[in-house]
């Protein structure tokens, strides 16, 4: 099957030419025609199946009739990055159409993007930031035609579930909905039933990880972590690597070792600016870093091709969380790898992946590498500086005596 079989608008289909899109996944075989018959649709599928070009395509075809500059289909993103990921499709496959979209969110200026909501068609949003236009009165969503929910599971996990029904509420009733995920909690099964009519499931491959991955665990003691990774990272051959760690400052702190081992490293995580987070994801898909250091919140949404190594350098929280995170390498019909460190603490959640997996996990060990060499006596590596002394302001001493005296003359009157 090719993609000049879905009949789509001349305009889009030359987008998709231009695309050099040939072959349609499984996930773009089985929903494209659905969502152009104007079926209401849940598509469960991991995330690098191709699903943005699933729902993109039908929308592009649908609003190449009908009225212009004003917003026709909106589709909710859980994360920036995710967010301008969607836009530059719609770019790339309506590059023909002269069909405009525009991203919203938060950490930017506010006023450009009203300018841009007045001569757009397609709004891609991240909740919060929308909301912030709907109470503003800077975003006309009465002409909505089709409403999409991208990875729907995330949006629930960063808490998004309540703008999401405040922002469903302000749309019309009569309008397609298509809500896409890779896991279907109940929290999601619920919001489907209550906002899709009638809808249509499509389901590619959710049973567990994709299985173009092959899945590591290497033991080692907390305090050897680094150490290890080094070693691997030198007697591997890697393109890309994207490296999780579970907080904000261990993904800093190790980007930095990184950068000072004579990688091309970068940290991707909840501190930095918009600006910074766009430069960062920009030299991570153009080569110009090979190491991306990130924490699940700032990971979500990347969407890089050619990773060839994703590496737990801690161990996710739930078993949804290491799908997600080993879901970006093994992608577009190429192989991955997916390394895990594990320490004693985290047997419970092993278990639990290997259940996902259906299948025991590979247990490592890496020749050479001295294993038994002791902890330190205190950390080290990822201990946060103290914090500098805090001079009180003088306001503050004089008060602070003030109240001293009161103290001490009260006292001597009792």
Same mark, same amino acid.
């Given at each position: ?103 919203? +969110? ?11 909501? &007045? ?54 009733? &009569? ?42 665990? +290497? ?5 050897? &972590? ?86 737990? +350098? ?57 294993? &038994? ?31 001293? +005296? ?9």
């Amino acid at each position: 099957m090719e993609f000049n079989t879905f009949d789509l608008h001349p305009k889009v289909a030359d987008g998709v030419t231009a695309a050099r899109y040939i072959t349609p996944t499984p996930i773009q075989e089985q929903a494209i025609p659905l969502v152009m018959q104007g079926h209401d649709i849940v598509g469960l599928a991991h995330t690098g199946t191709g699903k943005t070009a699933a729902f993109v395509l039908p929308i592009l075809h649908r609003l190449m009739t009908g009225g212009r500059k004003h917003v026709r289909a909106l589709v909710l993103a859980p994360t920036r990055e995710l967010a301008e990921q969607t836009h530059e499709a719609i770019g790339t496959l309506g590059s023909r159409t002269g069909l405009k979209s525009v991203t919203v +969110y938060g950490g930017v200026g506010f006023n450009p993007q009203v300018d841009k909501l &007045k001569r757009s068609e397609i709004v891609v949003a991240c909740p919060g930031r929308l909301l912030d236009h709907i109470n503003q009165g800077t975003v006309d969503l009465s002409h909505l035609e089709v409403l999409v929910l991208d990875e729907a599971d995330r949006m629930f996990d960063m808490g998004f579930l309540p703008d999401i029904r405040k922002i469903i509420k302000r749309v019309p009733a &009569k309008r397609q909905t298509l809500l896409f995920s890779a896991t279907m909690p109940d929290d999601i099964l619920r919001l489907a039933h209550e906002v899709l009519k009638e809808p249509l499931t499509v389901r590619v491959n959710t049973t567990g990880p994709v299985s173009s991955v092959s899945h590591m665990l +290497y033991p080692v003691g907390q305090h050897l &972590k680094t150490p290890l990774l080094l070693e691997l990272l030198r007697h591997t051959d890697t393109e890309s690597v994207l490296i999780f760690t579970r907080t904000k400052h261990r993904a800093k702190r190790l980007g930095e070792q990184l950068g000072k081992a004579g990688y091309q490293a970068a940290s991707l995580q909840g501190n930095l600016s918009q600006s910074k987070r766009l430069a960062v994801m920009a030299g991570f898909r153009n080569g110009t870093f090979q190491i991306l250091v990130a924490t699940d919140v700032a990971a979500r949404g990347i969407d890089v091709t050619q990773i060839s190594h994703v590496i737990n +350098y801690d161990m996710p929280d739930t078993a949804d969380a290491y799908t997600h995170r080993i879901g970006r390498t093994g992608r577009n019909a190429k192989t991955g790898d997916a390394f895990t460190f594990i320490t004693s603490d985290d047997e419970d959640m092993v278990r639990s992946i290997e259940r996902v997996l259906h299948a025991k996990v590979k247990r490592c060990t890496l020749d050479g590498f001295d294993y &038994k060499k002791a902890a330190p006596s205190r950390d080290t590596e990822f201990a946060r500086p103290p914090r500098p002394p805090q001079r009180r302001s003088e306001k503050k001493k004089t008060a602070s005596c003030k109240a001293h +005296y009161e103290g001490a003359q009260f006292a001597g009157h009792r």
